[in-house]
């Protein structure tokens, strides 16, 4: 039997691919009928070889094809001379297929979306082969998925706090499935809400220090305080706590840069590699600031940086110290 799971949702392939191990017995008899292959630089030889092999102790035994099919995607740009040839890899893909063992289960997977024109896959489906994708849930979707995986968790959690967790985490599922196992062991039966989200979940702290950085920009010293020893209530460590306001800081020149460019927020997110939630955030206070601030804020990071690490502050006093420096007039 043949599979191709294909898309950018690598948590449910996983799953799904769990799922198939799970009916070759027990896990460790499993492991020993399980193997995985680079299809990257996957020899003919080397899976006819993979395949042939009989099961240990079960009646399937199960192979992994790894970014195989990618390679034979179509590319737009070939020309109708290349696209007359047909490689030899392929042509040999193609016939061996339907040789495969009965006794084998060949799973293709590739971690982007083929194409209906990919050969490999259309000689799948001819065969009988089952093809599915799993494309990364996002916006509703995303917050749907956080609510039934809650659910099969055996906890519950409102709409806020599902909204909320999706929009600190994104659609990373491997992450959110952690942080989901988490807040639902800390709720103890009860409706996870939007207050659990901010105190449990680790992204949650780029949110806080963002609050931090926005009441920098409006020179709100008192709620700047308040939020930097919240954070460190929290268990955040100055040192760290340090390293994360510079990071956030450099990013502000950086998105302010962009955003004159006339970068769009979700064009800003993609160079930046942050989540869009946060993008939105920080363009917003960029705005605040102007260059000579962003840079005089820089420099006083350095010197309250070299003052914990020389000694010469305590590195509660040296955050407060920056806080009201940076909020001065």
Known sequence: MFYVLHGDDDYSIHQAIEAMKARLGEPATADLNTTVLDGRSLSLDELRMTCATMP?????RLVIVEGLMTRFEPHAAATAANK????????GLCAYLPQVPESTLLVFVESAT???????LKQVSALGGKSKEYASPSGAELTAWIQKRVQAAGGSISPRAAE???AFVGGNLHQLAQEINKLVSYAGGKMI?????????????????WTLTDALAARQRDCAIGVLHQLIADGEQPPVLMAVITRQFRSLLQIKELADDGLSTEDIAGRLKIHPYVAQKATATARSFSYERLEGAYRHLLDTDLAIKT??????????LLVVDLTGA
Not at 114 to 120: D, I, Q, V
Not at 193 to 209: F, I, M, S, T, Y
Request: hydrophobic residues 40%; glycine residues 4%.
């Open 114 to 120: 083929l194409s209906e024109r990919n050969p490999l």
């Open 164 to 166: 909320t967790l999706a």
């Open 56 to 60: 240990f102790l079960a009646d399937k």
């Open 84 to 91: 007359s040839r047909q490689d030899p890899l392929e042509a």
């Open 193 to 209: 809400q939007d207050g659990d989200v901010h105190l449990l979940v680790a992204d949650a702290r780029e949110v806080k220090v």
């Open 311 to 320: 000694g010469s502050l305590e590195p509660d006093l040296a955050l407060d």
